[in-house]
Each structure stands twice: as C-alpha cells, then as structure tokens.
C-alpha cells in the first residue's frame, strides 16, 4: 500500500481550498459573458473575430483538463494543480493589462488551462480523506463546475456595469492568487505516483484532434456547416483523433488509458456526462435571452442583466446546497441511483419549462430544481468513474470525464445556437428568436435529460476498487504534516 497525504488542518478546511479552486476555475468561463456584445467595440476588433476570446478558453479547457490529470497522477495532483493557478493568475493579469484582441485571446487561453483544478481537486479528495466524508465532499467540488458559472454572472454583470471591463480580471487574478496560497498551506502533497513516460505524442495527438472538433463546432453556425473551414477543422481533428487512439492502444505509457475508459461503466457515465453537460447548456442559453429580451418581443420579460443574472444564480446555490444531501444518498444508495435522479429532476425542470416561462418567478423556480439536478448528476458522475479505475489513474480518469462534460456543451452550443438562428424574427422593433426557437432549445434540453437517464440506467454494476483514502481513518491528531 502506497503512502498516503495525511494532514494535521480538519478535512473541512482541505474540502473548503478545493471547491473554493473549482469556483475560481469555473467563474473563468462566464466571466465575458455579460460584456460579450460590447467586445468588438472594447478591443477594435470585428465581430467575426471577437467570439475566438471565448471559444480559446473552452479550447483550451477541454485540451488541459485530461492532460493535467494524467500529469497529476505521474507528478503530484497538488503540483500540477497549483501550476495551474499561478496559470490563472497570469492569464488574468495578461487580461486585466490588455485591450487588443490578440493578448486578450492568449490570456483566455492560460485561464482555461485551470479548469483542470476541478478534477485534481476531486482526485484529491480521494487521497486524502476518509471513506465516510468522501461523498459529500466530492458531491461540493463537482457541483462547482456549475456553481462558479451560476454565481458569477451576477458579480460579472455588477463589476461589467459599474467600473471598467478589466476590473474583471483584477477580481479573477486575485481569486486565483488567493487559490494559490490557500493550496499551499492547507492541502497535503501526495506520495501517490504512477511511474510512467511522459507520452508526449500522446498530448500532442489530442491536442490538435480536439482543438479540430471544437473549432469545426464552437464556430460552424457562424461560418455555415457546410463552409470548407468548417469541414476541413471537423475533418482534420476526426482524423487525428483516430490515428491517437490507434497509438494510444499500442503504447507502454498512454496518455489516456482507453482500454479502461472503454470498461462499460466508465464509457458509460463519460457519455451520460456528454448528455447532462448538453443539457445544463440548453438553460443557459434559452433563461438568459428569455429574461433579457423586451416585453415587446412577445416572448422576453425586459429584465436588466443585473436583474437576469440574480433570478438565474440562486441554481448554483441550490448546486451547492444539495451537496452533502447527494453525499450522503450515495453512501446509502450509491451513485447510479443517484445519477438517475439527478437527469431525471433536470429532465423535469425542463419539462415544466417547456408549460410554464411567462413570468420571471416561474424560471426562478424551474432554474432551482435544474440546479438540484445538475447537483445530484455531478455528485453521482465522478464517484462511478473512482469506483470503476484504480486509484493510480483517478486524475486522468476524471480529467477525461470533466472532457465529456465539456464536450457536450461545445454541441449543444453549436447545436442550439444554428436552431435559435433559424427561427430569428422582428417583433415590436427588436430581432431575436421566436417562441418556438426556444420551446425547441427547451425540448431538445428534456431530450438530453432523457438520454441521460437511459445511459444511467445502462451503467452495469462493477468491481469496486478499494478506496485508498480508507486508510486515513485515523483520528486527526494521530496524522503526520505533509
């Protein structure tokens, strides 16, 4: 039995760095969103070249997070995860110190490489703790790929509308910054390692085969699906990703394991989390353009953004309320019963949805239950993927899980956003989509809920590796300091 990370700080403090990470990570990824429109006009750029700011950190996002947690399973998961903040602190000050598209664009990049903190954190926690706090606390740092997003609209749309646009990323820099020390002080370093060659073909493979796909998807509405860039990127990273997963079978050390992530309950949840990622991004874009759009619209309810952004975050709080709710359901449960509740309650909310959006209390309440479920799926998700991998592969085994995530709302972002571009009208002055635009983005969200459900329900029972963390079941004052 390899040594484990013992520490004299009570595990809430350890559980407390990590999720407060996640959130830092995940508030990256809406940070722009209250100030997108206005971004051709703050950096002097075009419209057509403005959304790369956005599409390089979900880029970089969904290229970074398997790699770094295959190099925090061979290095140290609180090494890598702390590069990757001082990552995310350069790119926020990079950000924060630029006005020009170019070095805005460099700088997304470096802070969507931290979203790899999330499944190192939750790795982590499988190293550190015991086996009856596991649940729970991977249920909060999970839930803050959501909750970082829900909370920070509204503190990006307040710091957006009263001071300049790159007090945004002082705000970030400083989250990160503050990650950094909190790290270094509180969470233990791991003797865990799996001795293995860097398979830096490996790295280099699905790093050109997903920025091709994601290029090809984050940006065919705009360029038309059947424009040759279009194709050529799809194409390209298609063929790329075959030819990696060829060399990835056939070597030593592989970046990504695929005999294992192809066991049935690995492959299985990783598609279910594709499932519920589209599905949490189908609210995302309909409750924004619902709220926001004018009264006169026939379908919008004229809120401000500030007012938009606090009827949406109460769904990351209840992401986060229901945490140790969905800890300690799987502990008694398990998590395939838990996942299934989980897209189910989201399946539902979109279902209410669907009858129920004419006044702005009725997406409140239907954005809180979404957050329930979106709560309970991803307490659910990572704890199938550790007990269906050794504890030697659980940073690469989650990185590849929180790919899938992402991957399925980079579709469900080219999917809905060339559905809601078909039905554009003008109405009482103002273009934007039709009602039946969003009953169909809310439909195609019920659609992936149910798909979610169907492949939890398919996940097979598996051989239960043992939890590494188990033997920390020592008391507190018997640990040694790392």
Aim: net charge neutral.
């Amino acid at each position: 039995m390899p040594d484990h990370p013992r520490t004299t700080r009570p595990y809430g403090f350890v559980i407390a760095v990590l999720a407060f990470a996640g959130l830092g990570a995940s508030f990256m990824q809406t940070i722009l969103i209250p100030i997108q429109p206005r971004l051709p006009q703050l950096l002097h750029a075009s419209g057509e070249d403005t959304p790369w700011v956005i599409t390089s950190t979900l880029i970089a996002a969904a290229i970074c997070t398997p790699i770094a947690g295959r190099l925090g399973d061979m290095y140290g998961k609180r090494r890598i995860a702390m590069a990757l903040l001082l990552l995310q602190a350069a790119g926020a000050i990079l950000a924060a110190l630029s006005s020009a598209l170019i070095p805005l664009i460099i700088a997304r990049v470096l802070q969507g490489m931290a979203a790899g903190v999330i499944p190192l954190g939750i790795s982590i926690l499988r190293d550190v703790l015991p086996a009856k706090r596991l649940g729970s606390a991977v249920a909060l740092v999970s839930a803050t790929l959501g909750v970082g997003g829900a909370l920070g609209l509204p503190l990006s749309a307040l710091v957006a509308e009263n001071f300049d646009w790159h007090a945004l990323f002082w705000v970030a820099a400083g989250i990160a910054v503050a990650c950094f020390l909190l790290y270094a002080v509180f969470v233990p370093a791991s003797t865990m390692r799996t001795p293995a060659r860097l398979d830096v073909v490996g790295i280099v493979g699905l790093s050109l085969g997903l920025i091709g796909v994601l290029i090809a998807i984050s940006r065919g509405s705009e360029w038309g699906w059947g424009d040759t860039r279009t194709l050529g990127f799809l194409i390209a990273g298609i063929v790329v990703l075959l030819a990696w997963g060829f060399l990835e079978l056939h070597i030593t050390d592989p970046l990504v394991d695929l005999r294992v992530s192809a066991r049935g309950a690995v492959l299985l949840t990783n598609l279910a989390s594709a499932a519920m990622g589209f599905a949490l991004f189908a609210s995302n874009v309909v409750f924004p353009q619902l709220l926001e759009l004018p009264v006169g619209t026939g379908i919008g309810l004229g809120l401000s953004l500030v007012a938009a952004a606090l009827v949406l975050a109460p769904s990351g709080v209840a992401m986060m309320a229901i945490s140790p709710i969905a800890g300690r359901l799987e502990r008694l449960r398990g998590p395939k019963p838990l996942l299934i509740a989980g897209a189910g309650v989201i399946g539902i909310s979109y279902a209410a949805a669907i009858l129920f959006h004419a006044e702005f209390w009725q997406i409140l309440i239907v954005n809180i239950l979404l957050g329930v479920g979106v709560g309970l799926g991803y307490a659910a998700m990572p704890a199938l993927i550790m007990q269906a991998v050794p504890a030697s592969e659980t940073g690469a085994a989650n990185g590849l899980n929180a790919l899938m995530r992402s991957l399925g709302t980079s579709i469900a972002s080219a999917v809905i956003g060339a559905v809601l571009a078909q039905s554009v009208t003008t109405s009482g002055g103002v273009t934007g989509p039709t009602e039946q635009g969003f009953m169909a983005t809310l439909a195609m969200g019920l659609g992936a809920a149910l798909l979610c459900v169907l492949l939890a329900v398919l996940i097979p029972r598996t051989k239960k590796f043992p939890e590494t963390a188990a033997v920390l079941e020592a008391p507190l004052e018997d640990a040694v300091s790392a």
